[in-house]
């Protein structure tokens, strides 16, 4: 697993406006306390002068209607998760059909209200109460502009319409024009400023990835580093013990790489640690396998998932490709060797974790003492 799979996705561009999940649990989460409201306030302006006595089969079907609406968004609120597995078109679409129905009802209702030839008290309620939700749900709705606006066109517009067709109180009509353009431009701004927000967000998570892919990849070479090799070791050690599975260590150094250094220079040495990184990437190229430079020219390779002669061809391959890998440095054509030393165990303690570690080491020093550009298998029997 090198550095540039495990870190894919890193620089994905941030969509504005897009409604995901992040964005409908904000929704949730601002509009879904407001229901609580909504029943009260559908209530208490019934309740006003006894409203509902006079108007009974209004009072009755708009409270039914609203208690209904109430207490779906409620319990769909703590459903979604549950229903958001299997059905997530079917949850999205029923969240936001039960918000316009929430507009809608009540929009219906406050024109009825408003168009009353008497019912004064409960006229200045109902509108004081249709304010007040209203510029709460608009702001509510922030995260999209669109459920916003909707919002509060449906909830207001009725009764403007009704104002003006029935010629009652056409003043207050067109200020109810007005302030549905009022609220349409607070729901535009806080709409930005909450994508600005969302962005903001998304960069920072972005540099803290950057940061952490940093903190866990050598500069030179683009492979894993040490640090971060142990905590994959210590990772993978628990999960092949918990598992049952074989779990395979190999050590490689390059042969001789010291002259490289001193007969070419450092620059081609560092040429040379580059393109040889690569053809250990391209080789350990499974999600599970984990490549790390362990320092120098001493590079270690954690596998799972994978057999003792598995292990052992792909070393094999390594070693083969090494051997004939050529790095054209200005006029100088450089090549090298590499021997491998591994290890193997189905973990049973943590003590065995440095055992193992230490087995692979033997058995790179055993390749190196039979003459380099080798690949050896710890034998615990071998005593050399």
């Known amino acids: 697993m090198g550095p540039d799979r495990f870190f894919k996705g890193i620089g994905m561009a941030f969509k504005r406006h897009q409604i995901n999940r992040r964005v409908i649990d904000d929704l949730k989460n601002r509009s879904t306390i407001g229901m609580y409201f909504y029943m009260a ?4 302006v019934l309740c006003v002068d006894g409203f509902y006595k ?5 009072s009755t079907v708009f409270l039914i209607l609203m208690l209904l609406i109430a207490v779906f968004r409620i319990s769909h609120y703590y459903l979604f998760d549950k229903m958001d597995k299997k059905y997530s078109r079917l949850n999205y679409g029923a969240f936001f059909t039960s918000v316009y129905a929430t507009s809608l009802t009540w929009g219906m209702g406050f024109a009825y209200f408003m168009v009353q030839p008497e019912e004064l008290s409960s006229k200045i309620i ?3 109460s249709t304010v007040g939700l209203n510029s709460g749900g608009v702001v509510a709705f922030i995260p999209s502009w669109r459920t916003s606006a909707l919002y509060t066109v ?3 517009m009725p009764a403007a319409v009704m104002m003006f067709y029935l010629g ?5 009509g067109f200020l109810i024009i007005l302030f549905i353009i009022y609220m349409m431009m607070i729901a535009f701004r806080g709409n930005r400023e909450y994508w600005d927000a969302l962005e903001n ?5 972005l540099k803290s990835d950057e940061i952490e892919r940093i903190s866990r990849v050598d500069v030179l070479t683009g492979l894993y580093n040490r640090r971060y090799f142990d905590e994959i070791f210590n990772i993978e050690w628990k999960s092949a013990g918990r598992n049952n599975t074989l779990l395979i260590i190999i050590i490689a150094d390059i042969d001789y790489f010291k002259p490289i250094n001193d007969i070419y220079g450092h620059l081609a040495g560092d040429a040379y640690l580059k393109k040889i990184s690569e053809l250990f990437a391209a080789t350990f190229k499974r999600q599970t396998d984990f490549v790390a430079r362990y320092g120098g020219e001493e590079f270690v390779f954690l596998l799972n998932d994978i057999d003792k002669d598995a292990a052992i061809a792909l070393a094999e391959e390594v070693r083969y490709k090494t051997e004939n890998m050529t790095l054209s440095h200005y006029n100088h054509r ?4 590499i021997s491998m030393g591994i290890s193997a165990c189905i973990p049973q303690t943590d003590d065995q974790k440095d055992h193992l570690f230490e087995k692979a080491d033997k058995a790179l020093y055993q390749a190196k003492n039979r003459g380099r550009n080798r690949v050896v298998f710890y034998d615990d029997g071998d005593k050399e």
């Not at 306030?41 to 208490?44: D, E, M, N």
């Not at 967000?201 to 998570?205: A, Q, S, V």
């Not at 450089?334 to 060797?337: D, E, L, P, R, S």
């Open 154 to 156: 449906i909830m207001l």
């Open 54 to 58: 006079r108007h009974v089969l209004f």
């Open 126 to 128: 109902m509108l004081a």
């Open 334 to 337: 450089i090549q090298a060797t």
């Open 41 to 44: 306030v559908t209530i208490g």
């Open 168 to 172: 009652v109180y056409v003043t207050l």
């Open 201 to 205: 967000e998304h960069l920072l998570k």
